[in-house]
Structure formats: structure tokens, C-alpha cells
DNA sequence: TTAAATATGCAATAAAGTTGCATTTATGTA
DNA sequence: TACATAAATGCAACTTTATTGCATATTTAA
């Protein structure tokens, strides 16, 4: 028989303090959910599994998470807008993800491949780069 | 003083033949809107410049184009949807866009920039690609 | 020229994203 | 520990984008 007791949240409070957000019992939810999981995570994700949480309260939480530098959005072509957890070198002033993202077209998840490193590109001349996207769209390992 | 008149539309008609499009104005109009613009264009973008067509008609025309191999879906993580132009080598079957899109923070504006080519990647074991997309983000040229 | 197939416009709905405001909760300080 | 302040949450409302059904209009092939 399976015994439901507390949990140690200590990881969680430190990650929310270190990014300067207050601690609340939604925000150690979402980030735990995060780190458990491997993919990438969406609104709609988030929504399925708090239903306790107002949408508005989740869709907040992940723009604290964005603004905190705890996640990035990953650009996608298609469905709704995906989230995936950042490193520890990332800050909110400089976000630094500078890996392969990966959407399988079978099962939908997208995966942070951490350490699938985007290539280096030039632009033309006067072009000014902030910021480098890579998604490989195909089928997952799982899938396959 | 301009004086207005009918263009030759031969080339809109012989594209949207070889994708085995029906031709109708309101076809003609949004490629030769592609043709004329650099940039990709978004839904709104068209309602904007076609007012006389119901914005149903515009979403299916886009989704028809998309269907047929005309334009590809630019993948961003702001914002609705871009479409741009596909080449030649682009069937309905199989789309070949393996070049880099670029998107101005500052005009919001997304490129296609052709002969910037997507390099190279390789997958995780398991892994089977199908698609390989390239945003970059910054500053562009004339904003620059 | 006409029948069949397809495109369009209109109405309606779904889904995603966003804001304002009243209430509740978290946090620093006395 | 209690309190004042700042921030988070829930609810309602609204905007934008995406999508479907159906009647009517247009295109295309025979």
C-alpha cells in the first residue's frame, strides 16, 4: 500500500528564491512538474493536471517562470505554445539555450536535447543575432 | 498621374496550375501579395490587405497554398503564424525549405533568407528526421 | 452548355491569450 | 508573533486566432 506523505521541497524553494519569486504552493507544483518531466510542457499540459488552478493563475505562473529565467518557450509551427525548463546558466537578463529542440510528429512531445548544441551560423551583413532556434521535427526514439 | 490596368496574371495562373489549384481572384490576389512581398505574411496580415474576402476565405486560402507545397509555416514563438513563399524544389509531398528564417525584434518582420542554408545535424540514436527549422532572432538591416 | 466539383461568405463555435479587480496569501519588520 | 505591504490568486470579461457547417456562387471538365 502505497503511503502519500509529504514531500521534501526544499529544491523547489531554493529555485524559486533564487529567481527572486515568492514561494506558493502553485509555483512548487508547476516546477516540480516540470523538473519530473522530460518534455516540454503547454499551457493545456498544465491545465489537465492542476485543475485545481484557475487558467489564468497557470497562464501567470509560467510568465513569472519566463520572466525569472526558470523556462524558455521553444518555437513551434503548430498547437500551442511549449515551455521547457532552463539551465542553471540561464538568468532572466540572458537566456542561455543554446540546444536542439525536437518535436516528434507522432506522440507531439518536444524535447530539450541539452546537449545537441545549435551550430554556429553567420547572417548577412548588418544583421544583429540575439537569439538562435533549432527544432528538428521527425519521429522520437520511442516512436520509432 | 498613374493610370491603373489590368496586369498580366499568366505567371499566377501557371503556379497555381502546377500545384493543381483552382484559379480564382482571390488566389491570384494573396500569391501575387506573396510574390511582391519580401517578408513573411501572416492571416492578419492578408485581412488587412484584403478586406473585400471573408477571413474564412483567407484561412483557407492560406491552408490550400499550404497543402499544395506554395508557401511553408515559419515556425515562431511569438505571435500568429508565418507563412513564406516556398521554391521550385517544393512539391506537395515533400517540402525542401532548408534555408534560415530570421526575425526582426524591432519590426517584427520574418525573413526567408535563401542562401543561408540550415547546416547540418545529427540526432540521438533512435531518432528519425523529418524537418529541420532555424529561427534566429535580433535585429535586422534596416533597422539596425 | 451543363453537371459535378470546388470555393466563398456567413454564422457559429472552439481554443488560446490577456487584462482588471476584489480577495487571499506571502514576506519583511516591528 | 502580529501587522502592514506587496504580490499572487480566482473570477469575469474580452480579444485574437483557429476551425467547422452549410447554403450559395464559381470554376472546370465533359
Known amino acids: 500500500m502505497y ?4 514531500e521534501n521541497t526544499d529544491h523547489l524553494k531554493e529555485i524559486l528564491e533564487s529567481h527572486k519569486l515568492r514561494i506558493t504552493a502553485c509555483r512548487k507544483n508547476v516546477l516540480q512538474f516540470f523538473l519530473n518531466r522530460k518534455a516540454a510542457l503547454s499551457q493545456s ?4 493536471q492542476f485543475t485545481q488552478y484557475d487558467r489564468v493563475t497557470l497562464y501567470r505562473t509560467l510568465n513569472s517562470f519566463l520572466d525569472s529565467g526558470i523556462i524558455h518557450k521553444i518555437p513551434n509551427s503548430q498547437g500551442a505554445a ?9 538568468s532572466p537578463d540572458h537566456h542561455d539555450h543554446n540546444h536542439i529542440h525536437f518535436k516528434c510528429n507522432q506522440c507531439g512531445q518536444i524535447q530539450c536535447l541539452d546537449d545537441k548544441l545549435v551550430p554556429e551560423v553567420t547572417m548577412p551583413k548588418g544583421y544583429m543575432i ?6 528538428v521535427d521527425g519521429v522520437c526514439a520511442k516512436c520509432a
Chains 1, 2 share one sequence.
Open 45 to 48: 499540459d498544465l491545465e489537465n
Open 82 to 90: 511549449a515551455y521547457g525548463l532552463c539551465h542553471e546558466t540561464c
Open 3 to 6: 503511503i502519500c506523505r509529504m
Open 130 to 135: 540575439e537569439a538562435v532556434n533549432m527544432i
